[in-house]
């Protein structure tokens, strides 16, 4: 695998999206010399990172933009489908799709990154938060469907009815097209600022980036790679709610509910897709349940936080969401599926 093309456009595009945050966070300055403070953030249903007036012409620009991407995106998905579908690909040259993918990614970065310091506003002027937020947790939990035949979904337990294999393969049919979408809209709707939120942000829309220029080659399946996409969400997550915490005061401060939350998704369902060791699972469950009681119990034998949180399940919070999506999602396409045989029978 290191000697394919793929494995070395992997590297040079994490060398891409490392370099990308540093530049973001060093031109900060400049960014501060053309635009003036923004207004206060008022609560989590508002967003900071926008101006306080809107334009209209910058917001054409931006949405033109957003455009561009998104249907350029789309475009290689369509042809790719239909040119590698069903067909042995030969990992030693390099995919015309992995090409075109990568010259999208770096084009699209670099245009993003110059539009925010002309006109700084992303599509946050004119949408709310909540669309952003939602087409991710939309995104990881149609993956939990979608990984159900192979590693379970909790504890490697399969859920065999609504998740059964023709059902995560109806969504493993459609996926690109619908995470495409959420990674290129939310990568437009936030501008390339500076803070730690932000910054997390757009080296984690990297690394989803990167999975989807993977697509097609073996390293897009390496269950190692695919954990440590999954997984980051965690970190970011708890690092915006620790910044909302600390720069705007945000009450309660809900960092744990993040960390925690996405934390027992990585324990109790993603790690149970690489194949470790029964003894190793369990430890890993087991050092989980030490960190949970730490969080809440009081100083000095424990971090202190109120336990009053613990009493409200905020750990269980996230899991919770995800996979009601989940299973609202499965549903869906199960219905789909029955209709699809129903059909087909009736031929």
Same mark, same amino acid.
């Given at each position: 695998?290191?000697?394919?093309?793929?494995?070395?456009?992997?590297?040079?595009?994490?060398?891409?999206?490392?370099?990308?945050?540093?530049?973001?966070?060093?031109?900060?300055?400049?960014?501060?010399?053309?635009?003036?403070?923004?207004?206060?953030?008022?609560?989590?249903?508002?967003?900071?990172?926008?101006?306080?007036?809107?334009?209209? +012409?910058?917001?054409?620009?931006?949405?033109?933009?957003?455009?561009?991407?998104?249907?350029?995106?789309?475009?290689?998905?369509?042809?790719? !489908?239909?040119?590698?579908?069903?067909?042995?690909?030969?990992?030693?040259?390099?995919?015309?799709?992995?090409?075109?993918?990568?010259? $999208?990614?770096?084009?699209?970065?670099?245009?993003?990154? +110059?539009?925010?310091?002309?006109?700084?506003?992303?599509?946050?002027?004119?949408?709310?938060?909540?669309?952003?937020?939602?087409?991710?947790?939309?995104?990881?939990?149609?993956?939990?469907?979608?990984?159900?035949?192979?590693?379970?979904?909790?504890?490697?337990?399969?859920?065999?009815?609504?998740?059964?294999?023709?059902?995560?393969?109806?969504?493993?049919?459609? !996926?690109?097209?619908?995470?495409?979408?959420?990674?290129?809209?939310?990568?437009?709707?936030?501008?390339?600022?500076?803070?730690?939120?932000?910054?997390?942000?757009?080296?984690?829309?990297?690394?989803?980036?990167?999975?989807?220029?993977?697509?097609?080659?073996?390293? !897009?399946?390496?269950?190692?790679?695919?954990?440590?996409?999954?997984?980051?969400?965690?970190?970011?997550?708890?690092?915006?709610?620790?910044?909302?915490?600390?720069?705007?005061?945000?009450?309660?401060?809900?960092?744990?509910?993040? +960390?925690?939350?996405?934390?027992?998704?990585?324990?109790?369902?993603?790690? !149970?897709?690489?194949?470790? +060791?029964?003894?190793?699972?369990?430890?890993?469950?087991?050092?989980?349940?030490?960190?949970?009681?730490? $969080?809440?119990?009081?100083?000095?034998?424990?971090?202190?936080?109120?336990?009053?949180?613990?009493?409200?399940?905020?750990?269980?919070?996230?899991?919770?969401?995800?996979?009601?999506?989940?299973?609202?999602?499965?549903?869906?396409?199960?219905?789909?599926?029955?209709?699809?045989?129903?059909?087909?029978?009736?031929?």
């Amino acid at each position: 695998m290191v000697r394919t093309p793929a494995f070395k456009v992997w590297i040079g595009l994490i060398i891409f999206i490392v370099v990308e945050v540093i530049l973001i966070f060093y031109l900060e300055p400049f960014l501060r010399l053309n635009f003036p403070p923004l207004n206060p953030d008022t609560g989590p249903e508002d967003y900071y990172w926008k101006l306080n007036a809107r334009d209209t +012409l910058t917001m054409i620009i931006t949405w033109t933009f957003y455009g561009a991407h998104q249907f350029s995106v789309w475009f290689v998905i369509v042809w790719a !489908h239909k040119n590698y579908h069903a067909k042995k690909l030969d990992e030693k040259k390099l995919l015309a799709y992995t090409g075109m993918m990568a010259l $999208i990614l770096i084009g699209f970065t670099l245009l993003h990154l +110059l539009q925010t310091h002309l006109w700084y506003d992303g599509l946050a002027q004119d949408v709310a938060i909540l669309t952003s937020q939602g087409s991710v947790i939309i995104m990881l939990s149609i993956l939990l469907v979608m990984q159900n035949p192979k590693r379970g979904l909790f504890f490697g337990i399969k859920e065999k009815k609504l998740m059964r294999p023709e059902v995560a393969n109806t969504f493993m049919k459609s !996926h690109q097209l619908i995470f495409s979408w959420a990674l290129v809209y939310t990568f437009w709707f936030h501008p390339m600022d500076s803070s730690p939120a932000l910054l997390s942000g757009f080296f984690f829309m990297g690394l989803l980036f990167i999975q989807m220029v993977l697509a097609y080659t073996r390293m !897009h399946l390496n269950k190692w790679w695919v954990l440590i996409v999954e997984s980051y969400v965690a970190v970011h997550a708890t690092i915006v709610a620790i910044a909302q915490w600390v720069d705007f005061g945000s009450n309660p401060p809900m960092w744990a509910m993040f +960390l925690l939350g996405f934390l027992a998704m990585l324990v109790f369902t993603y790690i !149970h897709g690489l194949g470790l +060791l029964k003894w190793l699972r369990w430890s890993i469950v087991i050092a989980y349940f030490v960190f949970l009681v730490f $969080i809440y119990v009081p100083q000095p034998f424990g971090f202190g936080r109120d336990f009053a949180y613990f009493l409200r399940l905020e750990f269980l919070w996230i899991p919770m969401i995800l996979f009601l999506i989940a299973f609202i999602a499965a549903a869906i396409a199960h219905v789909y599926v029955l209709i699809r045989n129903k059909r087909s029978s009736g031929k």
